[in-house]
């Protein structure tokens, strides 16, 4: 998250931004090849991205807190390209995120946009869980 935070406002070339994180960072509790992945495929589908995070919320997209934003392009990157990873997986950790990171009430905003993307990017397993992300 913090990789695609700096990508996000710095502009920084995703190379150099690997790099930093490989070297100045503890991967020991982190999965090195899925934050290779991210930071690899997100950024070339940031449109895409963006559409599902913008069919959520009730704002342009630029308004949104910046940590708010990489949490929740996270998100829906995997909701749209890891359904191997379950929705509610997807949500928690997110929101798990944002109550970190993020402002003192983005996680209950994170939530509230993940679980409506959910509703529509993962309609079946969404409806079939009874449709609520907790």
């Known amino acids: 998250m913090q990789a695609l935070y700096q990508w996000d406002l710095s502009g920084t070339d995703l190379p150099l931004i690997r790099k930093q994180f490989l070297v100045n960072e503890d991967f020991s509790k982190a999965d090195q090849p899925y934050f290779m992945e991210l930071l690899s495929e997100l ?5 895409v991205v963006d559409a599902g995070i913008a ?3 009730d704002r342009p997209i630029e ?4 940590v708010e934003r990489a949490i929740l392009r ?6 749209l390209e890891r359904t ?3 929705y509610r997986v997807v949500i928690n950790e997110a929101v798990q995120l944002a ?8 996680h209950a ?14 309609s ?7 449709g609520q992300a907790r």
Do not use: W
Request: charge should be negative; hydrophobic fraction near 40%; avoid cysteine.
């Open 43 to 47: 950024p070339g589908q940031a449109d």
């Open 124 to 130: 079946t397993e969404y409806n079939k869980a009874g």
């Open 74 to 79: 996270i998100a829906i990157y995997e909701l």
């Open 99 to 106: 109550k970190k990171f993020g402002a003192e009430q983005g």
């Open 63 to 66: 308004q949104l807190d910046p």
């Open 109 to 122: 905003f994170v939530n509230a946009v993940l679980d409506k993307a959910a509703s529509k990017l993962r």
């Open 84 to 86: 191997d990873i379950p």
């Open 55 to 57: 069919e959520s919320i």
